[in-house]
């Protein structure tokens, strides 16, 4: 398929120390991905859904002890420890090489290796990068195949050119041989005995965020953990924003956000672009231009229904593979908590084990049939409301960037930075309950800064540094913003409706870019006047609701004030002065 030596020879070599009985390459054709599916299926990796109600579809179930990203087996491998921060795990190179060696040796005796060649950004265009993923899993397959653009016309496009090693075997999904490991110098990336998501699509985190970032700090261009939103006025004026939320902290659904009757009534409309990822440069224009690297969604199941996010739903309709959701036996389709009110008679859990709604387990938690991290991977051409720049070369250019997670108390709804490095300082002081995205405790509070701590593939200290630096390079700079959907009343329910609302804040923080609307100075940074958040036609929402959800605790942020210091201190001296900077600023405004 190429001639490309440094392609070939990264086959040869894989060859020889994994032993697959057969390479097969991925040309990107249908008929092939036909026969992968058809094999899937008859190995049982697969099962083919009812194609009348759901064409093209199929359901998958992982491993048990393999349901979501694995944070503590996550590495970056380069020469020097501080190339990594003390928040993230780092390996000697050398070292990794030759352990990971060693767990590769002859593991894909008696099974096919996959060639895949894939692109992160449409084929051909500049600011596309090209990997090339050897794999002896179909499921990985068939998934880069609707997560990215693969085959013939990507090795087409890389000519003799330069790509992505990644490496990735089940192996035998032992969880304590489990390696998701990064080499940024290298461009390589290899992991082993995972076959779910973020571990081994290795397009999607490890090179789009962790690689990429490397890459973007090295080359003037930042990788980030974002959604792209085009939000079209009345006038038809469209305006974009990204939006970086940590993982299951709604990303997805506000990329497909459907606009409130009196917006849609006026003629507003929201415009994907892309749900998770955004590659982000510095246009001529001195504006910052982001593109959605991405071909697909992998987008978490429960609680999407029609309600909550149609066009997410709407996008899983047909050609689309479903990871450890509940199987309905009545109609051999797919089911999830939150999809329907009513749970079907029939379902088989996303264990394969007879669902009994109402059952509970040993600790007296209600079982589930779908797993809480269960997936979809929904190719973006499905998407009702897909913007028309999704493929745009150069992407669309950001009027706003927006931070953003769950905290039950301390961020308001939304507030404003004060300027770039203020802004850098918000995202850096992000934090964020944790979800089922990623092993490990739920619900516990913890710094994300950016959404990025799972994925940034360097120190952490010097990402703050390359968002300064970046900040000098912007001629039009977008103005930064916080919002938090997730403030929750005494009773622990959230009080802002949240979801196709969201729009309702960002009305606001678009009048915000444009200077067409007043905001309140205080200590962490411009909050809206309760009267400027439209609540027209919410049940419930009076205007004391949104200064409540506006609300600034003192003492709280200066607690918060602590945290941030300790968390700085963790990450190390690296954390850019202009940082330490704005804390100290900080707390003198919240002390005046
Ligand atoms: P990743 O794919 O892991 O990166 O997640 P994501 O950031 O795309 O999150 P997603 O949009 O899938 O939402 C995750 C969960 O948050 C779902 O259970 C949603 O129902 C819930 N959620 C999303 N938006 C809102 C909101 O505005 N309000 C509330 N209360 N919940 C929301
Ligand atoms: C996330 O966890 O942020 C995801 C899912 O988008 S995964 O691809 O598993 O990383
Ligand atoms: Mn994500």
């Known amino acids: ?140 397959v068939l998934n880069m195949a609707i997560m990215t653009r693969v085959g013939k016309k990507v090795i087409d496009a890389l000519g003799d050119g330069d790509f992505i090693k990644g490496l990735h075997s089940y192996a035998e999904l032992n969880e304590e041989k489990r390696y998701i490991c990064h080499f940024p110098e290298d461009n390589a990336i290899m992991s082993i005995n995972s076959n779910y998501g973020g571990n081994v699509l290795l397009g999607k985190k490890c090179f789009a965020l962790r690689i990429a970032s490397y890459l973007g700090k090295t080359e003037g261009w930042m990788a980030e953990h974002m959604l792209i939103l085009g939000i079209e006025n009345p006038k038809g004026e469209i305006k974009y924003v990204a939006a970086a939320f940590p993982s299951a902290c709604g990303k997805t659904n506000l990329a497909m956000l459907i606009p409130p009757e009196i917006y849609k009534n006026k003629g507003y409309k929201c415009w994907c672009v892309g749900d998770d990822i955004a590659w982000i440069r510095v246009g001529e224009d001195g504006r910052l231009w982001a593109v959605n690297p991405e071909n697909g969604f992998f987008g978490v199941a429960p609680g999407t229904n029609m309600k909550s996010n149609p066009n997410a739903l709407l996008s899983t309709k047909k050609n689309t593979i479903f990871t450890n959701v509940a199987y309905n036996e009545d109609d051999n389709t797919v089911w999830w908590e939150g999809m329907t009110k009513e749970v079907p008679e029939h ?181 809206p006047y309760a009267k400027d958040i439209n609540i027209e036609g919410l049940d419930g929402i009076t205007e004391n609701t949104v200064e409540d959800l506006l609300s600034i605790d003192k003492d709280a942020w200066t607690k918060e004030t602590e945290g941030i210091e300790s968390f700085y201190k963790e990450i190390g001296e690296r954390v850019p002065a202009e940082l330490h900077a704005q804390l100290d600023a900080l707390k003198k405004n919240l002390n005046k």
């Open 347 to 527: 379902l088989i859990d996303w264990k394969g084990n007879k669902f009994v709604a109402g059952k509970v387990d040993e600790n007296g938690k209600p079982i589930k049939a779908a797993h809480p991290n269960s997936r979809f991977t929904a190719p973006t051409v499905n998407c009702p409301c897909l913007s028309d720049q999704f493929e745009a070369p150069n992407g669309v250019p950001l009027s706003a960037i927006i931070f953003g997670g769950r905290r039950a108390k301390t961020a308001p709804l939304v507030y404003q930075s004060k300027d770039w490095n203020n802004g850098v300082f918000v995202g850096s002081i992000m934090a964020s309950e944790t979800t089922a995205a990623a092993t490990g405790a739920v619900g516990v509070v913890r710094r994300d800064p950016m959404a990025m701590r799972p994925f940034v593939g360097y120190n952490m200290g010097d990402y703050f540094k390359h968002w300064i630096e970046m900040g000098t390079k912007i001629k039009n700079q977008p103005k930064i913003f916080n919002v938090n959907w997730f403030r929750t009343d005494d009773n622990g329910n959230f009080i802002w409706p949240g979801f196709g609302d969201n729009l309702r804040v960002l009305d606001w923080i678009l009048a915000r870019c444009e200077g067409k609307v007043d905001a309140r100075e205080t200590a962490i940074g411009f909050i």
């Open 1 to 140: 398929m190429t001639q490309n030596k440094k392609v070939l020879e990264f086959i040869e070599q894989t060859k020889k120390l994994c032993n697959p009985e057969k390479v097969v390459w991925i040309d990107g054709s249908e008929a092939q991905l036909e026969e992968l599916r058809a094999l899937a299926v008859k190995e049982g990796i697969l099962i083919k859904l009812n194609q009348e109600k759901l064409p093209g579809c199929y359901l998958h179930r992982t491993c048990v002890n393999d349901v979501a990203r694995v944070e503590g087996r996550t590495f970056i491998c380069s020469s020097n420890k501080d190339d990594s921060s003390p928040i993230n795990n780092w390996m000697n190179k050398d070292e990794a090489y030759k352990m990971l060696n060693g767990l590769f040796e002859g593991v894909m005796t008696g099974r096919t290796m996959y060639v895949i060649p894939y692109s992160m950004g449409a084929v051909g265009s500049k600011f596309s990068k090209i990997g090339i993923e050897l794999t002896d899993s179909v499921y990985v």
